[in-house]
């Protein structure tokens, strides 16, 4: 430990420091191709990685996993240019960690089947973004301070369950125009933290929706909810299914409401 190269202690607060700092993007990345089965990290810190390599920033997150699946427990994963970790096509296990100060602290992609539970997102840009079907798992995480959204979800299938958000610009799971794709049956979970629709969502034809009893799906102005499948909505005496507006004082007509077609 300690300044192994004598260049100097690196004190950001220190004007006088002379040491070079690291910053976001300071080197590549680590990459996990399909040929690697059974990769894990455990209590591992991962930090300002993403340096891109083309103009496209391809390349730009700190780990990298495509084709294949992982377990990553118990580690850190922090200052990353673009994304602290993306997954695609991943049936990964990510557990207990911490995703903190990137642009988005983990992206999953492309029909991912993976469990998610239990990290922290911590003062990201956006914490989670998820674009994936089958069934995604997420559970009982937390995001605490992400600047501009807590989670955000685009497909379709899987669970979201316990999951609680403070002080992030949305405290929520903002719905994304594909929701609800494919022929699947996606479910909407009573959780912690609220659904946010901040666009015009879509449950397509041959798609089904179903909301489970004292789920809470907050609205902004432009929003709308357009179903072309079948809609379920299964409120409960006690735990009624609630539409609102996410500003706590608005006009009647702040946002389109659901059109069954």
Not at 238 to 260: N, Q, S, T
Request: aromatic share 10%.
């Amino acid at each position: 430990g300690g300044d192994t190269n004598g260049d100097g202690i690196c004190d950001p607060t220190d004007a006088s420091s002379t040491a070079a700092c690291p910053w976001p993007g300071s080197w590549r990345h680590i990459r996990i191709f399909s040929e690697s089965e059974g990769s894990r990290f455990n209590h591992t810190i991962i930090r300002y990685g993403g340096k891109f390599f083309t103009w496209q920033n391809v390349g730009a997150k700190a780990l990298w996993v495509e084709d294949t699946d992982i377990e990553l427990t118990n580690s850190v994963i922090e200052h990353s240019l673009l994304f602290g970790a993306y997954m695609v096509r991943s049936n990964s296990l990510i557990e207990n960690n911490v995703f903190r100060f990137n642009k988005t602290g983990l992206l999953v992609a492309d029909n991912s089947d993976m469990i998610i539970q239990e990290n922290m997102f911590l003062e990201n840009e956006r914490g989670l973004a998820l674009s994936s079907g089958e069934s995604p798992t997420v559970l009982d995480n937390e995001f605490i301070g992400n600047t501009v959204v807590a989670a955000e979800y685009s497909g379709f299938g899987g669970m979201w369950q316990g999951n609680t958000a403070f002080e992030n610009a949305l405290d929520g799971i903002m719905l994304s125009s594909n929701f609800g794709g494919g022929d699947a049956i996606t479910t909407l979970f009573k959780n912690p933290m609220p659904y946010i629709l901040t666009e015009e969502v879509l449950v397509p034809g041959a798609g089904t929706l179903r909301i489970e009893a004292g789920t809470v799906i907050k609205t902004l102005p432009r929003s709308a909810l357009l179903v072309y499948g079948e809609f379920f909505a299964d409120g409960t005496p006690e735990e009624k299914i609630i539409f609102e507006p996410l500003a706590p004082e608005v006009p009647a007509g702040a946002w389109k409401g659901i059109r069954i077609y």
